[in-house]
């Protein structure tokens, strides 16, 4: 006779959101073990009073629910008349499964029951690598976070910083800023530049690089001509007259800017000074209203206090 208990009793097992348990059972899955909710093998098996079995985690939420009914036949259930079956469970975890990473090559099998103390120390379970995000079998993991992951750091040689192995050549080429580099012009024959130089070295304005290409001093006038530093003197020299006259032009093209600018500063203060004549006349006219007001109730007060004084001499009188 089953021994009647709550579910807070029931020797645990891991509970998993699926209720029932996933693995790869080696002979098909008897149906008395299957739990008919989540089709899989019954995790913790408990009986309903109409005799059906269901994995613990399956049946608790109808349970829980406001008419909870038995899944199979509709028939009304209650948590009171729900006990646990542990002789289907013991034949449940007795079952020989496969290692979760057979796929991985592990050639264990054993009872359900083992199945988590095997994964837990499983040398062909996929463990997450936290560098470059894949997952890399457990025997195999330390040879690829020393040696295989595209992400494992590595000691830059000439500024000692760490760098992910798979960006270290564009680090060298790119960032490093101790990495001595050639001109891309081949000015010198040997690598003589750190990545500041280099940058300084190449300037346009400020560079000293002979080879590099650069824009004549007179582009901001309209010259387009660009050739190699060192050339650039002889284009200054054979075209003086050219820059001169780009120069006379451009002068003019600014005075003219200059020139509407004052026309148009003055346009503007022809029109500022309007606008004060007209706040003038208009602050007169307020002035002149405002001094006929005051008369005019200075008038009508002092009417006022004679009638009152008037009338205070003939009330004495009488």
């Known amino acids: 006779m089953l021994k009647k208990t709550t579910f807070t009793e029931i020797p645990s097992q891991p509970e ?23 089709l899989a093998a019954m995790r913790n098996p408990v009986q309903t009073e109409c005799g059906h079995l269901f ?16 899944p199979l036949d509709k028939t009304t259930i209650s948590r009171d008349e729900v006990f646990p079956d542990n002789a289907c469970k013991r034949e449940i975890l007795s079952l020989d499964v496969y290692c979760d990473a057979s796929n991985n090559g592990c050639p264990w099998i054993g009872p359900l029951k083992e199945l988590d103390g095997h994964s837990q ?4 379970s996929n463990v997450l690598c936290r560098q470059c995000g894949l997952n890399v079998q457990s025997r195999t993991f ?4 020393t040696k295989e992951c595209p992400m494992r750091p590595v000691q830059c040689q000439f500024c000692n910083h760490m760098i992910p192995v798979g960006q270290i050549e564009f680090h060298i080429e790119n960032v490093c800023p101790q990495h001595l580099r050639s001109c ?18 190449l300037n346009p304005r400020t560079g000293d690089c002979p080879l590099a290409d650069i824009p004549c001093p007179f582009k901001p006038y309209g010259c387009t001509f660009v050739s190699e530093r060192k050339k650039m003197s002889l284009h200054l020299n054979e075209y003086q007259i050219q820059h001169a006259y780009l120069q006379a032009d451009y002068s003019m093209v600014m005075k003219g800017q200059v020139d509407n600018i004052i026309e148009t500063t003055e346009l503007l203060d022809h029109r500022v000074s309007a606008v004060e004549n007209q706040m003038s006349s208009i602050s007169g006219l307020l002035e002149g209203q405002k001094m006929i007001f005051e008369n005019e109730y200075d008038r009508q007060n002092s009417t006022t206090g004679y009638t009152d004084f008037s009338a205070h001499i003939t009330s004495l009188h009488e």
């Open 142 to 145: 330390s040879v690829h976070q």
């Open 184 to 201: 891309p012009n081949l000015c010198v024959p040997v690598s003589q530049f750190t990545l500041q130089q280099l940058e300084d070295h």
């Open 55 to 70: 994995c613990r985690g399956c049946l608790e939420p109808i349970l829980d629910g406001p008419n909870p009914l038995c």
């Open 121 to 124: 120390g499983c040398e062909y």
């Open 16 to 38: 998993c959101h699926v209720s029932g348990y996933a693995a790869k059972f080696v002979t098909q899955l008897l149906k008395r073990h299957e739990c008919p909710v989540c």
